[in-house]
C-alpha cells in the first residue's frame, strides 16, 4: 500500500474558487481539516443525475435544517449560514460528479458558481469554507467559477 500523496495545507486557508481534489490526496485533506477543527463534508454523487437529487444530497451530507427550500437561493443561504454547525473552518468535497456534468452540466455549473459565492463570503469573514470536486472529470469543472449561462428558471 502507498502512502497518500502530500496535500498543501495551505488549500484549507480562505479562498473562493472550486479547486479539483485528486483521488489520492483526499486522505491528506481530512487530515488536514480535522487538524484545524474544521468540518469536512463528502457529498458523493455517484448516480446523481438532477438538480433536486444535488440538492437532496448535499443537504443530507451537511445537515441542513428541514426549513431548507430546495432550490438555488435556498442553497446560498444555508451555505452562506451554518449556524447549525458551527466551526472554525469548514471543507467540502463533492465526489463522483462525473454522472451529474455528463446528464446535467449546466445545472452542475450553478452548483459550483453556488459553492463558489459561498466560500467568497465565508472569506470575508475570515472563515475557511473550501470547496473540492474530486473524481477523474474534477478537472472540468473545478477552478472554473465564471458564471455560466443563466438557468432557465429558479435563479
Not at 487538524?35 to 443530507?60: H, N, Q
Not at 426549513?67 to 442553497?75: M, R, V
Not at 454547525?85 to 452542475?108: D, M, S
Not at 459565492?117 to 474534477?138: I, L, Q, T
Request: glycine residues 8%; charged residues 20%; aromatic residues 10%.
Amino acid at each position: 500500500m502507498t502512502a497518500p500523496a502530500a496535500f498543501d495545507p495551505a488549500l484549507l486557508d480562505p479562498a473562493t474558487e472550486v479547486l479539483p481534489l485528486a483521488d489520492d490526496t483526499r486522505d491528506a485533506l481530512l487530515a488536514a481539516a480535522a487538524a484545524r477543527g474544521f468540518l469536512y463534508f463528502r457529498i458523493d454523487l455517484a448516480g446523481c443525475a438532477s438538480k433536486a437529487e444535488l440538492l437532496r444530497r448535499v443537504a443530507g451530507a451537511m445537515r441542513f435544517p428541514d426549513w431548507f427550500g430546495h432550490n438555488w437561493d435556498a442553497l446560498a443561504d444555508s451555505l452562506g449560514d451554518l449556524s447549525w454547525l458551527h466551526a472554525p473552518g469548514y471543507v467540502v468535497v463533492l465526489e463522483h460528479p462525473q454522472g451529474l456534468h455528463r446528464a446535467e452540466p449546466e445545472t452542475f455549473a450553478v452548483a459550483l458558481e453556488v459553492f463558489a459565492e459561498a466560500a467568497a463570503w465565508w472569506g470575508e469573514e475570515n472563515v475557511p469554507f473550501r470547496v473540492f470536486v474530486s473524481g477523474n472529470e474534477a478537472d472540468e469543472g473545478a477552478g472554473n467559477t465564471s458564471p455560466p449561462p443563466a438557468p432557465a428558471a429558479d435563479r
